[in-house]
């Protein structure tokens, strides 16, 4: 819907982006079994640029507590090595190779606590996206009326909607962020 001017539909879709970076990070948050995502967020200092590892080795699984990554340059693998042990995941790998194992320790209440922070911390930021959306929303509203292209009700009306979709991401991040908060404590 568009309100002269100001697009609705653009500011829900942007609140919806950090809904789905909020997804991928919880994704990579450790909760007892192994996962291909759980190495998503480690990025690798490669060829003189950040890259994910997904674009310099293959992520494999093949027993439910272990990693693999096979890199695909062997003089990559100190790299890869390097960035998935400063990723602050916990893990230390193995080299055997081009191929790096990945044993998952069992998760300790204190490391369990730890990852929820981390949950914790992925959803605020998610939640401060979402408020700069609405704020971005609220600022072209004022701009509008002051400019004369919409009334002061319009802009009452306007601002509501606004205030509706931030309402309503902001509960899909602590929906998001109860059920990761439950995985990761289940034993």
Request: aromatic share 2%.
């Amino acid at each position: 819907m568009k309100g002269q001017g100001l697009d609705l539909a653009a500011l829900g879709k942007r609140m919806d982006g950090a809904l789905d970076v909020l997804r991928k990070e919880l994704q990579g948050l450790r909760t007892g079994r192994a996962s291909p995502s759980l190495l998503e967020p480690v990025t690798v200092e490669a060829y003189g640029q950040e890259m994910p590892l997904n674009q310099v080795g293959t992520v494999g699984v093949p027993e439910p507590r272990m990693l693999t990554v096979q890199v695909w340059d062997r003089g990559m693998v100190k790299a890869v090595d390097k960035a998935i042990r400063n990723a602050n995941l916990g893990l230390n790998p193995t080299v055997d190779g081009q191929l790096l194992r990945i044993p998952l320790p069992e998760l300790t209440q204190e490391r369990r606590q730890e990852l929820v922070k981390v949950a914790h911390k992925y959803a605020e930021q998610a939640k401060v996206a979402i408020r700069n959306v609405r704020r971005d929303g609220n600022d072209s509203l004022k701009r509008l009326e002051r400019d004369g292209d919409i009334s002061a009700d319009e802009h009452s009306k306007l601002s509501h909607e606004v205030q509706a979709a931030t309402d309503k991401h902001i509960e899909a991040v602590d929906q998001l962020l109860k059920q990761k908060e439950k995985d990761i404590l289940s034993v």
